[in-house]
Every structure is written in structure tokens, then in C-alpha cells.
């Protein structure tokens, strides 16, 4: 099992508690509204917090959160919370130290954190790009040899 598999399934996992949770409190809140809303808002509840697979814009990300039925959906609390860490992270930022080695540290961090990021391709993808590469670069090559060869010859014909 690749290290995608595995990070795919802790997160469904935890979306999946995440899930149930807020369709448990939304079950309770509702009760007292009646059956069929608590259904609805459970079931879009859950849609909302399950990821789509695409990215979305920065714009869209902030907009869909204010978008909620019921304002105290978990992706309001969920780009709040992210702004209250990312300020937090400021206050404690090590980028302000003068200690070249901290400095360093920081950036190594930093890089491993995001390569964590990264979708590798895999085998059979990365074959076929070597091959669509290697064949570009020698179309490339054989049509400016082509040219050179061309212009070559016309500048004999026409110095002599």
C-alpha cells in the first residue's frame, strides 16, 4: 500500500467521524424542528465535509464556507480555526531570529513539509513523460539541424 493509499484512508477516516459527529449534533438540534430538516441538513452535512477530489480558487474557498444553512457549519469553523493558527504561527514565527542556523532549520522544515505535499507520479506515468520528452527533444533537434543545414546551403549558394 503506497503512502497515497494510506494518507487517503486516515483522511476518509477522519472525515467520516467528522461526518457523523455533525450529523449527530444536527440530528439533536433539529429534533425539536422536526424529522425531515434534520435528514436534510445530516445528509448535506455530510456532503459538504467529504472532499471533491479538485482544488478549489482561494475566493471559492472562503465563500463556500459563509454559504451554510444553519451559519455554524464546520467549514466556518474550519477556516476560522485556520486563521487563528496562522496568526498564532506569526507571533511564534522563528523567520524573525538573527541565528543563521534557526533560520536554516526553519527552511529545511519547510521543505520537507512540502514535498510531503507533492503527488508523485508514478512508474508507468513518469516512463511515458521520459518518452514524450525524448521524442519532442529530438523532433526539435532534427528541425533545427534541418534549418541550419537549409540556411547553410543558401548562404553558399549566395556568397559562393
Do not use: C, H
Not at 18 to 45: P, V, W
Amino acid at each position: 500500500m503506497s503512502k497515497r493509499d494510506r494518507a487517503a484512508r486516515a483522511k476518509e477516516a477522519a472525515e467520516g467521524s467528522a461526518a457523523d459527529s455533525a450529523a449527530a449534533e444536527l440530528d439533536g438540534r433539529d429534533e425539536a424542528t422536526g424529522g425531515a430538516a434534520a435528514d436534510e441538513t445530516s445528509t448535506g452535512a455530510a456532503k459538504e465535509l467529504r472532499p471533491s477530489g479538485k482544488r478549489s480558487a482561494r475566493g471559492r474557498r472562503s465563500s463556500t464556507g459563509v454559504s451554510g444553512t444553519d451559519g455554524g457549519t464546520d467549514s466556518d469553523t474550519g477556516s476560522a480555526v485556520a486563521i487563528k493558527e496562522r496568526k498564532k504561527k506569526k507571533k511564534a514565527s522563528a523567520e524573525d531570529s538573527r541565528n543563521p542556523f534557526v533560520r536554516i532549520w526553519l527552511f529545511l522544515t519547510q521543505v520537507v513539509a512540502e514535498l510531503k505535499k507533492v503527488i508523485w507520479p508514478t512508474r508507468r506515468e513518469m516512463i511515458t513523460y521520459t518518452i514524450v520528452v525524448l521524442v519532442f527533444v529530438i523532433m526539435m533537434t532534427a528541425f533545427i539541424s534541418g534549418l541550419d543545414l537549409a540556411f547553410a546551403k543558401g548562404v553558399l549558394w549566395l556568397f559562393g
